[in-house]
């Protein structure tokens, strides 16, 4: 970089012209230290990040990334890190189903869910336990049935069906068994 970078100011600077490698790695040790607002610091170069990097590379990125979003949710309850969390879950989903991890797919599409719930979303949060329930029978994952059963169940109780919320709670626990 030239001067005038520079002279923008260290901070900036730095976030803009570090490597992508020096990204990376201080995306790894803020991640490891478990410092979701120095993670988010990076976000901006996430693209770069992820651009020709191996799907289960690209798919850890994502997840870091994530996972730095879930943390400032549960300590700010920012709509705007749950949205986050829900963008960079459903780009994972995509990314699972190509590389048939549908464990972590269906797990993926629990957590998109539970934003979705927190939001006010119920209808979308619906379709995506739906499709966690649907992975976890179709291949054999009892526990991602058992929450997205769980979460089924929780937003039929809201709504008042509590006869379909107990029979979806009695399906997680044959699930869960």
Known sequence: CGAAC???GWK?????????????ANVNVAHTAGDWREVLKWEGRMEELVA?????????????????????YSSTASKDHALSVIR???????LLGRMERFRDQGEASCNIA??????GERKEAATHYESARDLG????????????????????KVEGRLEEGLDLYRNALAASG
């Open 12 to 24: 900036g600077h730095k976030q803009t012209c570090a490597s992508v490698q020096d990204v990376a």
């Open 137 to 156: 029978a179709k291949h054999g994952f009892f526990l991602v049935e058992c929450q997205a059963c769980l979460g089924l169940g929780n937003l039929a």
């Open 114 to 119: 539970q934003h979705k719930h927190s939001l």
């Open 52 to 72: 020709d990097q191996a799907d289960d590379v690209c798919e850890q990125l994502l997840q870091t990334f994530g996972r730095a979003h879930e943390r400032g």
């Open 6 to 8: 520079q002279n923008a």
């Open 88 to 94: 960079l879950e459903e780009r994972r989903v995509e």
